[in-house]
């Protein structure tokens, strides 16, 4: 669309709960790199997965995003005011035949003894999930850390699921309608999310949609080499103190925040970091310990 910026990027976090330091590191570097190329931030809120999402969570994910000087441009986005938008790529899928209704649960499938229902001559009478009927087509891409990665699709080994049995869109399938939507340009996120890539990639062609230019960053990991997550219970990130935890995730981020800046307020610190941004230095790692 005439008029915008060439970087659009995004920070997408899930009302799960509060953020950690991981989750915090992730908004960082794509602030940071939106704006060190005059782009575009963008918050959206992943809330379709409604069983795992925790009362307050979202307004408590703008306050701590406020109290780290991390202003977002626009409004905020939420995912559950797009279903219909979700709905129409998969009737569009349909449309061509490429989805199917899937009655097997996780424990079933395995290497060998992949899901039968594409096979399915007449539609089940029971609760299914909607599978994407994949090729064997070969999705290669560049991530801006990473170096080249591919992937083979199997067929029928390798076809993942659109909208779960509980009706509720899947991950993989609204982030590339959402990225779509906001017209992403540019993704960050974190290395463990870098097989999921191939498959996004994967939609977007089949959707005639524009794939972004992906950068997958190093996790933070706790002294035992524990991605920090909710899963691992990650405690939340401190307010009180939001510029010694900039600081410390500079420092993480290999960046060499000078000491000069170790009491600076956070926005002085996000001013030093987009001038002195220098991601190249996080090239090909896959991990960083927070202690």
């Known amino acids: 669309m005439p008029g915008l910026p060439p970087y659009i990027g995004r920070f997408a976090p899930s009302p799960t709960g509060s953020l950690h330091l991981g989750s915090l590191c992730a908004a960082l570097v794509s602030f ?10 963008l918050l959206r809120i992943d809330d379709l997965d409604t069983p795992r999402n925790i009362k ?37 899928l349909a449309k061509h035949k490429l989805t199917y209704p899937c009655t097997c649960s996780r424990k079933t499938l395995s290497d060998n003894h992949p899901c039968l229902c594409r096979d399915r001559q007449n539609p089940p009478s029971c609760a299914y999930a909607l599978r994407l009927n994949t090729d064997r087509r070969i999705i290669s ?26 009706r509720i869109i899947a991950y993989q399938f609204a982030v590339v ?7 992403v340009s540019h993704v960050v996120r974190g290395v463990d999310l870098l097989d999921s890539t191939p498959k996004q990639i994967y939609l977007q062609q089949l959707l005639g949609l524009i794939t972004p230019i992906y950068m997958h960053i190093p996790v ?22 939001p510029h010694a935890v900039i600081f410390k995730l500079l420092a993480l981020l290999k960046q060499n925040p000078p000491d000069a800046l170790r ?4 926005t ?24």
Do not use: C, M
């Open 268 to 291: 002085e610190l996000l001013t030093w970091a987009v001038g002195n941004w220098n991601p190249a230095l996080l090239k090909n790692v896959q991990a960083i310990e927070a202690d």
């Open 56 to 92: 307050g969570a979202a307004d408590g994910i703008l306050k701590t995003l406020d109290a780290f000087a991390l202003r977002w441009d626009g409004q905020v986005a939420y995912q559950s005011q797009y279903l219909d938008d979700y709905q129409a790529a998969l009737d569009d």
């Open 220 to 241: 933070i990991i706790d002294k035992d080499g524990y991605k920090l997550s909710k899963q691992t219970l990650a405690t939340a990130v401190d307010l009180k103190n």
């Open 32 to 41: 940071l790199e939106a704006r060190t190329h005059q782009g575009l931030w």
């Open 263 to 266: 009491q600076a307020p956070p």
């Open 177 to 183: 309608v959402d990225d779509e939507r906001q017209q």
């Open 141 to 166: 891409f560049h991530d801006q850390l990473q170096g080249i990665s591919s992937y083979q699709f199997k067929g029928r080994q390798d076809d993942f699921i659109l909208k779960r049995k509980d």
